[in-house]
Structures are given as structure tokens and as C-alpha cells.
């Protein structure tokens, strides 16, 4: 559920929003539709209102005016009534009275026309008696048929009534005083009483025609009527106002109120389309420009939302592409890898972590260009050397990674050759042969319930196991290369404490003059002296600091025990011998190494002459100009030069034609093979090519007497193995020069 509300965050946002605008909308419009209707209330209100004063003033008008007129019969006695009457036709007229007449107490009747009937029994006249001014209900007129109201006063002789003054007026007249043009000409008004009896009815064509009960009409037209004459009863009963909405041909609206003349009610009427028609008009407009709004937010909605997805989808193809190589990138990796991992049985997956030795400086000496161009290589021979299912992507800097398909153990290491051998046909430099070395980490998943994460770490682990081992491109994970990694962990957490603690001691292996059996020299042996006494030999430590750069620390503080050291010999008066300290290649990429030495032999005061640099020959540096400028600063500092390991690189034969060494150290493997017919051929061959190349020979890890004995008939100057003396602390190495000197 909540997966789903943040996928559609946006469109359910939008679509609360479209909701509640319309609803806003709707709600604005009713209020609206709301004022209007009060407004059309209000305007009915007023147009009864007016129809009520002008049928006041009407009434009264003509109350008074017959209050007037019978002051004046008052003067006449009964008998001259006749006279009266005749006097009242002028009256009559000119106020638009159909006939005027007056009625004695005894019944007689005089009228303006001069007929005679009997009016006793009108209730007008009753009323008249009485001394109340009225007006009467519709009459038939008893002379005639016409419909007719009755206006009656009291006529007062000697302070007693003695006739009642009546005029007659036709129903017409007042219904012409109520047609005034009301909402043009399609309002209307009637009169009815209290039980809804029409009093006065309407003539207009919206009216109902020959009304003779409002509520019967009403009841009769519609049936929705029903309950709003209900309504309109209970008010008539109670003398209130009000205004309904009803049926007749349609609806219209009805204003009603009481009239203070008996108990009529003054009923103002309109069609609602005269008085709707303005609120719908504006209701209308208000409507479209909310249907409008709305179909703008909405069109704004669907393109934001587009928009998003056209962003989601660039931003998705950014994540999922590498920049440098183009091709998958490692966020994309993982989401296939993880898909293809839950797809595939058990052990038929390898995770290939792969980079390139030494990148970094590949970087820094070509450029990030150059830089670059090799990971796009490296894409490409991924690329043909994966198969159609395995996925391979760019990770970070020059680390790969590859899912790749196969059960059998055998196939993937050929497999992996192969790859190597493609990879190494790159030559960044080519005049220079500088080849590249890849570096491959294997973790075979045979478990289906690991998580990629876990794969990448094993993978990355035994990659690194490999540790500068030039010529072992590949390592599989297995747990002792975790230990290794654990190991290697744990050195790094206390290396710079050891080392400020002078923890890293300096062995001295005595080196011997092969003819002489002196002692000529000696190479200081890095030694780990843990605190809890462990002597730990550089093999364990030495690959590490050179992978994490720590060595050129460990290198100078090498080189200034081993001055402080002989300066220390000198002061005790031993006759000194040159002792050669190792130098990482990694320090040579530090131009200013030369000059940190020379301050270390200023400082403590040590000539030139008594420390050599061994410097071992490398595959990477094949011909580097950075290493002839260490030899040319070294060479111009005093230093002699050893070059370590002779021999055991890919490249010997090159360094010794470009490079100015001192002395060439033959290595182990070759002393090794002294004895047999071709290793002997061999060592020979090293010490024939030394002496013409006019360097001194050392000879290293002789560990027999035959082994020394060749050496010595053969030429080579200089003897170092256990055969002679092992490396051995300062102090036993001390008491040996001591010895030497007290000998001399
Ligand atoms: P390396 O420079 O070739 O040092 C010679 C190694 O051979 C030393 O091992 C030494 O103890 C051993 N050795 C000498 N004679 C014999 C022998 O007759 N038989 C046998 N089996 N071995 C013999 P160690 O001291 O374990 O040093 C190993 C490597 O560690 C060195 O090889 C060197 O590459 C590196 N290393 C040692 N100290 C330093 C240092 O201070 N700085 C640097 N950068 N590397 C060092
Ligand atoms: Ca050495
Ligand atoms: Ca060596």
C-alpha cells in the first residue's frame, strides 16, 4: 500500500488537488448561487413591498375619501337620503366608483344609479353599523354579474350612526392597480385570503388562469407543490411572510405577506427564469472558468507528471550508464547481477573483480586521458571476451566487475588466462613497453542465499590477496585469503604506532669479500619487533606497505637508524663498512627522496660513502625515465647503486644497457642452481656480463660451501648468505666489526 502511494505519489497528489479545487469551485458557486437567490428574494421582497403601499394607499385613499364624504351626508336627515345619493354621483365618477349608495339603519338603500335592493345582509354593512371603515371580499354585484369590492364607511348624525356610505368598485380596477410592470411584465401579483381564496387574481399569461383557490392551483399544477403550500398555509395562519419556490409552468418564485386589510394575503410572483436568469448567466460563466481552471491544472498536471517521467527516464539511463565506458554502470550492474544471481542454480556463477596495478601512477604520469583510453580498453575486451548472458560493468576508477557463467573450475581459469593475455596486449606506452598487469579477484558463488554485496567483498578480497605479485594475475577467494585480509587489517590499525614506537629495527647481513673472507659490507633487513617480542620478518608486511604506500616511511626511517647506527660504529672507532639499505620503487616516485636521504646524512653526519642503495628491478619501471632520474640524482649525490634481485624481472638485460648501477646483486634462485651443469652456466654468465659491464658482483643467499666455492673460482666479488652469517642485530653485527677492527 505504501509501495504504491509513493509510485503514484504525484498523480494522487495531483488528483487531491483537482478534488479540492473542484470541490472549492462547487462550494464557491453554491454560495453564490446562495446570494443570488437571496437577492432574488429581496428584489421580490420590494416589488411587494411597492404593491403593498400602492393597494394601501388605494384603500385608504378611498376610506378617506368616503370618511369625506359621509361627514357631509351626516347633515342630511334619513328622509333626505335620496338626496344624498343624488348628490354622491358626481363623487362617484370622478373617483372611479361604479356605483355609491348609502344604507339606513332601517335597510333601505340609495345608490348613485337609483336602484333599490336590499344590502342588509352584506357584511360591509353589518361593519358599517358597527362604526368600522372595511372593504369588502369579491361581491356579484346584485345589479349585474360583475365582480365587485365593496368600500363602506359609517355615516355619523348627532354622534350616531345612522347609515353606512358604501362605493362599489370593480375587481378590475384594483387588479389594474396591481399590474404594475414587475421583472419585465412577466411578474405578477393576486390577493388571497387567509384560506387562500383568491381576492384578486392575476390576468398574465404566467398566472394560473381563473384562480380560484391559490393552494388548489397550486396542488393541481404539481405535485412537489404539495408540501410548499403546506408551508405556506401554516404562515398564513400565524400572519408571516415568506417566499417559496413552486410549479407552474415552470418555477417561479412567490413572495407573500399579509395585508392589514381584513385577512388578505398580497402574493408577488415571478417566473425563476427572470429572476435565475442573470445568476445563471454569472453561475454559468463562474462554471466554465472553473471547468476552465480546472482543464488548465489538469493539462499542467499531466505535463509535470510527463515531464517527471521524461526526467525519471534520462536520470534513470545517467544511473544506468557508465560515463567513461558507455556501457553498463555499476548501479546497473548490481540490479542485473542481483536478477541473474536469483536466477541461476547454485555454483554455476563467478563475480570477477578486476583492475590494473599500479593505475594510479598511470594516471598521474600519462594523464587522466591516457587514463581513461585504457578503461574504454578494458571495457572493450570484457566486452568481446563476455559471453551473452554475463554481465560486466566500469566500477569505480579501474576496478571492473564480472558475472560470468560455468561450473568447472579448470574452464574459468583457462577462461581467465585468456582474458589476461587480451588484457595485456595493451601497451600504454608502446615505445617504452610499459604493459599493464591486471589483477583479477574470483569468488565462486556455490551458496544461492548470498547477497551481492557479500560476492563484491569476497571478489574484491581475494583480489587484493594477490598483493603486488607481478607475475599472479588471478586468486579465488578462499578463507585463508579473509585471514590474510583480516591480517593485513590489523597491521594497517597499528603500522604508524609501531613505527613511532621504533618498533622496525634494522638487521644487518654481513656481506663478505669472497677472496679475502672479510667482511666488506653488510644489507640492513627491515625486522618487526613486536611488543609482545615476536620478530616479525619484512615478507609478512613488506608486499602490504607497498600496496598502501607506507613503505617510503619505513624506507627512510631504515635509512636513518642505519646512519645513526654507523655513525655510532664510527664513534666507537670500528672500522666502518658500507651497509646498503633496500629501496621500495614506490619511493622513487617521490622526486625529492634524493634530498630527504642527503638531510638524513647531513643530520647525523655520515659520509656517502658508508650507506648504498639496493634497488630492485621492476617490470613496471622497465626504462622509466623516473628511475633514471633517481639513478642520475643518486649517482650525482655519492651514492653507490645495487641493483637487488638481478635476474628475476622480465627486463634485466634492458635496465643494465640503460642504467649506470655499481654493483649487481645475482639472486637467490640462481646461487640455487649452482651444481647443476646450466645453473652453473648460468651464474657464470651473470659474472662474465658484471665484469664487462665493469660492476661488482654480490652473490645472494649462498648457503654452501660448494655454492661459495664456484662463486669464488668464477670471479664474483662478494659473498652474502647463511652460509656466511645470517642477518643478525646491530649489536651482534657491532661486536663482528669490532672484532674485524681489532684484527686489522
Ligand atoms: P632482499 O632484499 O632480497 O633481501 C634478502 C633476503 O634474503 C632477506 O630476507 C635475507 O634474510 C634472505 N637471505 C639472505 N641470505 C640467505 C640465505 O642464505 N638463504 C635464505 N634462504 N635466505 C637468505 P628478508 O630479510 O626476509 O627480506 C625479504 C625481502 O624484504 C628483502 O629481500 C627485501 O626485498 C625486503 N626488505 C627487507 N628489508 C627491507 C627494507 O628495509 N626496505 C624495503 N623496501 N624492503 C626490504
Ligand atoms: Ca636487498
Ligand atoms: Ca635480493
Not at 418564485?253 to 388578505?264: A, E, F, S, T, V
Not at 647531513?602 to 642503495?613: F, G, K, R
Request: one cysteine or more; charged letters at 25%; a negative charge.
Amino acid at each position: 500500500m505504501r509501495n504504491l502511494f509513493a509510485k503514484y505519489k504525484e498523480v494522487i497528489l495531483g488528483l487531491l488537488i483537482l478534488i479540492l479545487l473542484t470541490v472549492s469551485w462547487l462550494l464557491y458557486a453554491s454560495t453564490l448561487k446562495h446570494d443570488f437567490q437571496n437577492e432574488i428574494i429581496s428584489s421580490l421582497e420590494e416589488v411587494s413591498t411597492q404593491g403593498k403601499s400602492i393597494l394601501e394607499k388605494e384603500i385608504n385613499g378611498k376610506l378617506e375619501l368616503l370618511t369625506e364624504v359621509s361627514r357631509r351626508i351626516g347633515f342630511y336627515t334619513a328622509d333626505n337620503y335620496e338626496e344624498a345619493a343624488a348628490m354622491l354621483a358626481a363623487t362617484a365618477q370622478e373617483n372611479g366608483f361604479k356605483r355609491m349608495g348609502v344604507i339606513t339603519a332601517d335597510g333601505t338603500t340609495y345608490t348613485t344609479d337609483h336602484v333599490h335592493m336590499d344590502l342588509s345582509d352584506r357584511p360591509y354593512y353589518r361593519k358599517g353599523l358597527a362604526g368600522e371603515n372595511s372593504v369588502s371580499d369579491p361581491l356579484v354585484d346584485r345589479e349585474g354579474s360583475e365582480t365587485i369590492h365593496v368600500y363602506a364607511v359609517p355615516v355619523y348624525h348627532n354622534g350616531e350612526v345612522t347609515a353606512v356610505l358604501f362605493g362599489t368598485y370593480d375587481i378590475n380596477e384594483m387588479r389594474r392597480q396591481l399590474e404594475v410592470t414587475s421583472f419585465g411584465g412577466r411578474g405578477y401579483t393576486y390577493i388571497v385570503n387567509k384560506e387562500g381564496n383568491c381576492i384578486v387574481d392575476s390576468t398574465n399569461s404566467y398566472s394560473y388562469p381563473n384562480m380560484q383557490n391559490i393552494f388548489t392551483s397550486m396542488e393541481a399544477e404539481d405535485r412537489k407543490n404539495q408540501a410548499i403550500a403546506d408551508r405556506m398555509k401554516v404562515d398564513f395562519e400565524n400572519g408571516q411572510d415568506g417566499c417559496v419556490r413552486f410549479m407552474n409552468k415552470g418555477i417561479q418564485y412567490m413572495y407573500y405577506r399579509p395585508l392589514p386589510i381584513n385577512d388578505w394575503y398580497l402574493l408577488t410572483v415571478a417566473p425563476a427564469s427572470v429572476l435565475d436568469s442573470k445568476m445563471n448567466a454569472v453561475l454559468g460563466r463562474t462554471y466554465l472558468l472553473g471547468v476552465f481552471m480546472v482543464l488548465i491544472f489538469a493539462g499542467i498536471l499531466v505535463y509535470i507528471l510527463k515531464d517527471q517521467k521524461r526526467r525519471k527516464a534520462e536520470l534513470m539511463h545517467s544511473l544506468y550508464t557508465d560515463e567513461i565506458t558507455g556501457g553498463y554502470s555499476f548501479a546497473k550492474f548490481q540490479v542485473e547481477a542481483e536478477k541473474k544471481i536469483r536466477r541461476a542454480e547454485a555454483g554455476s556463477l563467478s563475480l570477477v573483480s578486476l583492475d590494473i596495478d599500479d593505475f594510479k601512477f598511470i594516471n598521474e604520469l600519462l594523464g587522466y586521458e591516457e587514463g581513461n583510453h585504457l578503461i574504454r580498453y578494458i571495457h572493450g575486451v570484457l566486452a568481446g571476451w563476455c559471453g551473452g548472458e554475463e554481465i560486466f560493468a566500469h566500477q569505480s576508477a579501474d576496478m571492473f566487475v564480472a558475472l560470468v557463467d560455468g561450473h568447472d573450475h579448470d574452464a574459468l581459469c583457462r577462461r581467465l588466462e585468456e582474458l589476461c593475455s587480451r588484457l595485456q596486449s595493451y601497451s600504454i606506452w608502446p615505445q617504452n613497453k610499459l604493459a599493464i598487469v591486471p589483477a583479477m579477484g574470483i569468488f565462486q558463488l556455490r551458496e544461492k542465499s548470498l547477497t551481492l554485496d557479500f560476492c563484491l567483498d569476497c571478489a574484491g578480497i581475494a583480489r587484493k590477496s594477490r598483493k603486488g605479485q607481478f607475475a599472479v594475475h588471478y586468486a579465488f577467494y578462499d578463507e585463508r585469503v579473509k585471514e590474510q585480509i583480516y591480517r593485513d587489517k590489523r597491521i594497517e590499525a597499528v603500522m604508524k604506532s609501531a613505527l613511532e614506537n621504533g618498533e622496525f629495527k634494522a638487521y644487518y647481513q654481513p656481506q663478505y669479500d669472497a677472496e679475502s673472507k672479510r667482511v666488506v659490507g653488510a644489507e640492513a633487513l627491515v625486522r618487526w619487533a613486536r611488543p609482545d617480542g615476536e620478530i616479525v620478518s619484512p615478507g609478512e608486511f613488506i608486499p602490504l606497505f607497498e600496496k598502501n604506500g607506507f613503505i617510503s616511511e619505513l624506507d627512510r626511517h631504515m635509512f636513518r637508524i642505519v646512519c645513526e647506527q654507523q655513525k655510532e660504529w664510527g664513534n666507537r672507532g670500528y672500522a666502518v663498512v658500507p651497509v646498503s639499505v633496500n629501496v621500495s620503487r614506490k619511493l622513487l616516485y617521490d622526486l625529492n627522496f634524493v634530498e630527504k636521504y642527503n638531510r638524513i646524512l647531513t643530520e647525523t653526519a655520515v659520509e656517502v660513502q658508508n650507506v648504498e642503495v639496493e634497488i630492485t628491478e621492476s617490470v613496471f619501471f622497465d626504462n622509466q625515465p623516473r628511475l633514471l632520474d633517481a639513478i642520475r640524482h643518486l649517482h650525482q649525490s655519492g651514492y653507490r647503486i645495487l641493483l637487488d634481485d638481478f635476474g628475476t624481472g622480465y627486463s634485466s638485460m634492458a635496465m643494465l644497457k640503460d642504467m649506470s648501477f655499481d654493483t649487481l646483486k645475482i639472486d637467490k634462485s640462481f646461487v640455487d642452481n649452482i651444481g647443476d651443469e646450466r645453473g652453473n652456466k648460468i651464474v657464470d654468465g651473470i659474472i662474465r656480463l658484471a665484469e664487462s659491464l665493469e660492476l661488482s658482483t654480490i652473490a645472494e643467499g649462498v648457503e654452501t660451501r660448494e655454492q661459495y666455492e664456484y662463486l669464488k673460482a668464477h670471479g664474483c666479488d662478494v659473498i652474502q648468505g647463511y652460509y656466511f652469517g645470517r642477518p643478525m642485530t646491530a649489536e651482534a653485527f657491532g661486536m663482528l666489526l669490532s672484532s674485524q677492527t681489532a684484527g686489522r
